[in-house]
T-cell receptor
Framework: DAGVIQSPRHEVTEMGQEVTLRCKPISGHDYLFWYRQTMMRGLELLIYFNNNVPIDDSGMPEDRFSAKMPNASFSTLKIQPSEPRDSAVYFC?????????????FGPGTRLTVT | SQQGEEDPQALSIQEGENATMNCSYKTSINNLQWYRQNSGRGLVHLILIRSNEREKHSGRLRVTLDTSKKSSSLLITASRAADTASYFCATSTNSGSARQLTFGSGTQLTVLP
C-alpha cells in the first residue's frame, strides 16, 4: 500500500519564482497536513484540511503561502514569490478518520532551496 | 518555545544497550506521541499514549507518561544499528484543535555496531 506521496523530492529555485509542492495522501485518510521543518524552528504545522476543507491555516507564515485541496487525493502548497528564508523541508502528512486526525503518516518531504 | 522539549539532544550508545529519551512539555495535553525520523526521510509514527495512561509498550519500545511532571520518556531496549534516527515527541493539547501536533526539537540517537 503506497504511503503519502510528495513531489518533487527536491526543488531549487531562484528568489521571486513561484513554487508548487504536491501531495497525494493515503487513500481513505480524511485529514491532510502541511508542515515545514528547519534546523532553527524545528517542525511547524502550516495548515491542515479535513474532508478537503481547510480547518486551520494559522501556521501559514504570510500571504505568499497558499494551499489547496481540490479533491480527497491531491493537495498543493504554493509559495509566490519565493524567498531564501523559505528554504526548508516541507512535509505532507495524512491521517485516517478513526484516529480523529491525531495519528499522522508523513510523506518523504520536499527539500526546497531558494537562492 | 516549543511545547515539547526532548532531552538529551544527542545520544550515542552501543548496539544491545538500552536508550532512554525524555520529553517535557508545558501545558495540559490530550495525548503524546513519539515519532522517528531517519535521515532525509519523513517522520514515522511509533506510539501514542493518552493523558489517562501511564505506560505503554510496543515491541522493544516502552513509553511512560507523568502528567504531574509534564514529562514522558521513550525507552528502546536492546538497541540495534537500525534504530539510529532522530526521535521526536509530539503533543496534542486541550486548547485549539486536537489535530494540531506540536513537535519537540528531537533527540538524535546513534547506535554504534
Amino acid at each position: 500500500d503506497a504511503g503519502v506521496i510528495q513531489s518533487p523530492r527536491h526543488e531549487v529555485t531562484e528568489m521571486g519564482q513561484e513554487v508548487t509542492l504536491r501531495c497525494k495522501p493515503i487513500s481513505g485518510h480524511d485529514y491532510l497536513f502541511w508542515y515545514r521543518q528547519t534546523m532553527m524552528r524545528g517542525l511547524e504545522l502550516l495548515i491542515y484540511f479535513n474532508n478537503n476543507v481547510p480547518i486551520d491555516d494559522s501556521g501559514m507564515p504570510e500571504d505568499r503561502f497558499s494551499a489547496k485541496m481540490p479533491n480527497a487525493s491531491f493537495s498543493t502548497l504554493k509559495i509566490q514569490p519565493s524567498e531564501p528564508r523559505d528554504s526548508a523541508v516541507y512535509f505532507c502528512a495524512s491521517s485516517p478518520p478513526w484516529t480523529g486526525g491525531v495519528e499522522q503518516y508523513f510523506g518523504p518531504g520536499t527539500r526546497l532551496t531558494v537562492t | 518555545s516549543q511545547q515539547g522539549e526532548e532531552d538529551p539532544q544527542a545520544l550515542s550508545i552501543q548496539e544491545g544497550e538500552n536508550a532512554t529519551m525524555n520529553c517535557s512539555y508545558k501545558t495540559s495535553i490530550n495525548n503524546l506521541q513519539w515519532y522517528r525520523q531517519n535521515s532525509g526521510r519523513g517522520l514515522v509514527h511509533l506510539i501514542l499514549i493518552r493523558s489517562n495512561e501511564r505506560e505503554k509498550h510496543s515491541g522493544r519500545l516502552r513509553v511512560t507518561l507523568d502528567t504531574s511532571k509534564k514529562s514522558s520518556s521513550l525507552l528502546i531496549t536492546a538497541s540495534r544499528a537500525a534504530d539510529t534516527a532522530s526521535y521526536f515527541c509530539a503533543t496534542s493539547t486541550n486548547s485549539g484543535s486536537a489535530r494540531q501536533l506540536t513537535f519537540g526539537s528531537g533527540t538524535q540517537l546513534t547506535v554504534l555496531p
